[in-house]
Each structure stands twice: as C-alpha cells, then as structure tokens.
C-alpha cells in the first residue's frame, strides 16, 4: 500500500490560494498576513492535517518557549473555580521562572481541543500541552501521541503505554477520605452533585459512593456542568423529596456554596437537618457560616509541578514516568455533624 503523500506549504498555499511565503508566516505566527488570511491558511492546514517537517524543526532547533493549556470549560464557570485559579498561579509561577509563556484557549468539545492541538503543533506554536479532565478511552490521549505534541496529564490514574505522563492523584482514597467521613458520622443518605459524569474523577467517586452501599449507604450521584446554577436546581429538587438526604457532596466549593444558599433559602438547617462537604476548596469555604467541610488540596503546588514536569517532558527523547500527586487532606468544619 502506497504512503500517502505529506501534504506541503506549496500545497496550502495553492488550496487557500496565497503564496508559499503568506503560508509560512500564518503556520509560524508571524506577522505578514491579515487575520482573515491567517485563519483561512489554518484551516486548509487543519483539514489536510499538516504537520511540520520534523528534519527540518531539528536542524534550526525551533523552540516556541510557549506551553498550551485548552480548557473544556465555559468563562463563566472557569472565573468562579478557585481550583483554575490556583492551578494556572502555580503553572506561570514555574513558567515565569523559566522564561516560558502559557497560550490558554476554552474550548467547546474534545474535537475542538483535539483540533486546537493539532494547530498548536502544526505551526510551532508551543512546545508542549497540560491537560486536564481526564475521561475512561479519551481519544485526546491517542490524539497527543499520534500528533507528535509532548504532553503530560493531569488525572485520576497512571497512565497506559500509549498515552502521555501523567500526574495523578488516586480519587478511589480522595473519595474514601470524605464519604467515610460522612458514614462515621452516620449520615446514611448521602447524593453526590458531580460535575459531568464522564470525567474519570467523576466515575471514580460514584463508584467509591456506590460501594458503600455494603455498609447500609444509600448513595445518589447527580451530574451538573460544575456551574452554582446547575448545582443549586440539584439540591433544590433533592431538599423538596420527602424523605431527603442527611448529607450532600460536592465537586467544588462553588458548587457547595450554591447548595448552602438554596439550603437557608428552603429553612434547611445545616448541618442540623443536612450536612455538606465539598472535594475542593478555598478561602471562601472557610469564610462563609457556616464553614464548609472540604478536601484541601495546595492546587497552586500542583499547578507547579505539572508545569516543571511538562518541561522536562519537552526535553525528554521519550515519555517519562509518572508522577503521583500529594493525597489531599480532610478539613472538617461546621458544615458537617453527626446524624441527629
């Protein structure tokens, strides 16, 4: 069977219908073109997936001194999320540090981040990727390593042979560090308000949840878009039921405070009639009455270490090993008490 034929400069160049030259400033973000020209070439490069000449890369020894982070998240959730904001401080603080800029795009669907690598990686436009959000069979992951573009993880498990390094921090133990919680203080009725329930971490507290049914748990998960919205319309339905939860769950802190002001808005009492507890969290957590049970985590250390772990990665002729994160920690406050 015959090789297909390496798409070239000369043929984008004729299929957008400008010169060579226009073709290498678009592909290499330099300055020559006008927008409108530049998003046409990279279009036809992304339809035809070009890719760079790879001997050529090495002779001139080409370095972006850039790292790409796409997040798969909207603005507005993405602004309320203590977690993104300590975890990008902590990436820029080893960044900064080392002379390398970060290129952040949100994105709308695992194509569209797929995509967004492989114009990142066709212009040499970063040195490598962090990603975040982790899913069971993620086609981004094969993507990565099939597109040539250094990347580590950020995730719930190590990683397989054919995927990239991945930091990762073992959710079944995050998970038994809250729910058991929850159980010894006999709140046998617990829900879950989770983010979208393909995400690895996702799955991985369900099942933790679930499995505590051998122990007379009757565990619920609920999946939302991470946004208070989303969050509040969860615990608003679960504290109109009849028989409702002794505890509730959440995936961040955002999403715990939302529930905390649907609860005082109903005349819940917390933690007299409901407890709550959330797996991120924050200055805020602590601030508000009353304060929040949370898993802590030093996410801006995280953010670091992905970001000097990404770099050695770039340098690296092969992928390294992974890396397990730090286990976070159980802080108790007054959001949580024993069943009544």
């Known amino acids: 069977m015959a090789k297909p034929k390496r798409v070239t400069i000369s043929d984008i160049a004729r299929l957008a219908g400008v010169s060579p030259g226009a073709v290498s400033f678009a592909l ?9 020209t530049r ?3 990279l279009a036809v490069a992304a339809q035809h997936h070009w890719l760079p000449n790879t001997a050529a890369r090495a002779l001139v020894g080409s370095r972006a001194g850039v790292v790409g982070f796409a997040v798969n998240r909207s603005a507005g959730t993405l602004g309320a999320e203590a977690f993104f904001t300590d975890l990008i401080a902590g990436m820029q603080s080893t960044l900064t540090a080392k002379g390398v ?3 952040m795009v949100l994105v709308s669907s695992m194509e569209q981040e797929v995509e967004t690598y492989r114009r990142w990686r066709s212009a040499n436009q970063v040195d490598g990727v962090i990603v975040i959000d982790p899913r069971d069979d993620d086609t981004r992951l094969t993507a990565l390593r099939e597109i040539g573009l250094p990347a580590v993880v950020l995730g719930s498990r190590a990683s397989t042979p054919d995927e990239p390094a991945a930091i990762w921090l073992d959710d079944r133990r995050v998970a ?5 919680y929850l159980c010894a203080l006999r709140l046998n009725r617990i829900v879950y308000v989770s983010g979208p329930a393909e995400f690895q971490h996702t799955r991985l507290r369900a099942a933790v949840l679930d499995a505590l049914g051998a ?9 939302t878009d991470y946004s208070p919205e989303q969050a509040a319309a969860a615990v608003r339905a679960v504290l109109s039921r009849a028989e409702r939860p002794e505890a509730i769950a959440f995936d961040n802190d955002v999403m715990a405070l939302a529930g905390l002001r649907v609860a005082q808005e109903m005349g819940v009492r917390i933690p007299q009639d409901v407890s709550l507890a959330s797996f991120d969290d924050s200055v805020v957590a602590s601030l508000v009455h009353p304060s929040v049970t949370c898993v802590s985590r030093d996410t801006f250390a995280l953010g670091a270490q992905a970001a000097a772990f990404l770099l050695e990665q770039v340098d690296a002729p092969e992928v390294l090993a992974d890396r397990e994160g730090a286990l976070p920690q159980l802080t108790v406050r007054e959001s949580t008490a024993a069943a009544r």
Do not use: K, Y
Not at 215 to 223: D, M, N, Y
């Open 28 to 36: 290499n973000g330099r300055p020559g073109v006008s927008e409108e």
């Open 39 to 41: 998003r046409r070439i």
């Open 101 to 103: 800029a970060m290129q």
């Open 176 to 180: 038994h560090l809250l729910f058991d």
């Open 215 to 223: 122990r007379g748990v009757t565990g619920e998960a609920i999946a």
